[in-house]
């Protein structure tokens, strides 16, 4: 499975952003996907996580009401719907899938939210 993540950007805060992740190769293999940042000197973090066939979504405490991870799947495309987005989300977004119970992980796109 290969995955390119596209849509980050400059931002103030309190706007909005939507990523991409499109999702190639053997995508009916795909058991969970997800969201994960990294600032600058942290470790990556979990943003949204959702298990395929209907399974429940989680969201990091801290995005819950903002982020929304939603899926494409006759595109094979991933999203994550960032409105009110806050200085403190800015990172290296990353896209990540699990399949074959290997884990794919797309290169990342930068968010950067200014004061």
């Known amino acids: 499975v290969q995955l390119v993540e596209s849509g980050g950007g400059l931002v103030q805060a309190g706007g909005s952003l939507r990523l991409s992740c499109v999702a190639s190769?053997?995508?009916?293999?795909?058991?969970?996907m997800g969201w994960y940042r990294q600032a600058p000197g942290k470790q990556r973090e979990v943003v949204a996580f959702v298990i395929s066939g209907g399974g429940s979504v989680t969201y990091r405490e801290s995005v819950k009401g903002r982020f929304t991870i939603s899926r494409d799947s006759a595109k094979s495309v991933m999203y994550l719907q960032m409105n009110s987005l806050k200085p403190e989300d800015t990172a290296v977004y990353y896209c990540?899938?699990?399949?074959?119970?290997?884990?794919?992980w797309g290169q990342g796109t930068q968010v950067t939210v200014s004061s």
């Open positions: 990540y899938v699990e399949a074959h119970r290997t884990d794919y």
């Open positions: 190769g053997n995508t009916l293999s795909i058991n969970a």
